[in-house]
T-cell receptor, first 113, second 111 residues
């Protein structure tokens, strides 16, 4: 497609449940990013891929968070044993070469109850 | 990473120009200035970017101070659809990503 696609759009999880969030980047974009956005705040960096290589995962808040991009296109962000503080919008973005901008998806709103 | 400072919110009347300021006093020589906007319930949308010279595109204009320590996003004729949170961030030429986003400026357009 022409844009970055994320699914599901909304996810409600019970505390302790595992979730998987999917991102389909723009075709040909080698760089892929995951961000977490709390209500009223700017996006916070989670992790970055260049093709299938995860070059930076310093923003992942705990070892319950795991991201992968096995074939250098679709990426999945997995959160194990979800907690209430994980409730946020999770944004995926892809990018061509610097200094061009990112293209963001519409995000997945995760609510942990 | 260099940080940016923006006002929390601004108001403007419909069909009038809007000037959104951003301070980035610790900008380095290889940092590009990027602007994004985020409409409610959507992901951020790229607006414009620049390095040293002023830039124009179909969405907006970017005016960059001579010392590059500040910049201004200009919407020439605001419409209700321009109501959004506007983010100013710095992206290093030698880094493929930007780690730090501030809270942005919430632009309110009054009809």
């Amino acid at each position: 497609g022409a844009g970055v696609s994320q699914s599901p759009r909304y996810k409600v999880a019970k505390r302790g449940q595992d979730v998987a969030l999917r991102c389909d980047p723009i075709s040909g974009h080698v760089s892929l990013f995951w961000y977490q956005q709390a209500l009223g705040q700017g996006p916070e960096f989670l992790t970055y891929f260049q093709n299938e290589a995860q070059l930076d995962k310093s923003g992942l808040p705990s070892d319950r968070f795991f991201a992968e991009r096995p074939e250098g296109s679709v990426s999945t962000l997995k959160i194990q044993r979800t907690q209430q503080e994980d409730s946020a919008v999770y944004l995926c973005a892809s990018s061509g070469r610097v200094p061009r901008g990112y293209t963001f998806g519409s995000g997945t709103r995760l609510t942990v109850v | 990473d260099a940080k940016t400072t923006q006002p929390n919110s601004m108001e403007s009347n419909e069909e009038e120009p809007v000037h959104l300021p951003c301070n980035h006093s610790t900008i380095s020589g290889t940092d590009y200035i990027h602007w994004y906007r985020q409409l409610p319930s959507q992901g951020p949308e790229y607006v414009i970017h620049g390095l040293t010279s002023n830039v124009n595109n179909r969405m907006a204009s970017l005016a960059i101070a001579e010392d590059r320590k500040s910049s201004t996003l200009i919407l020439h004729r605001a419409t209700l659809r321009d109501a959004a949170v506007y983010y100013c961030i710095l992206r290093a030429l030698d880094s493929n990503y930007q780690l730090i986003w501030g809270a942005g400026t919430k632009l309110i357009i009054k009809p």
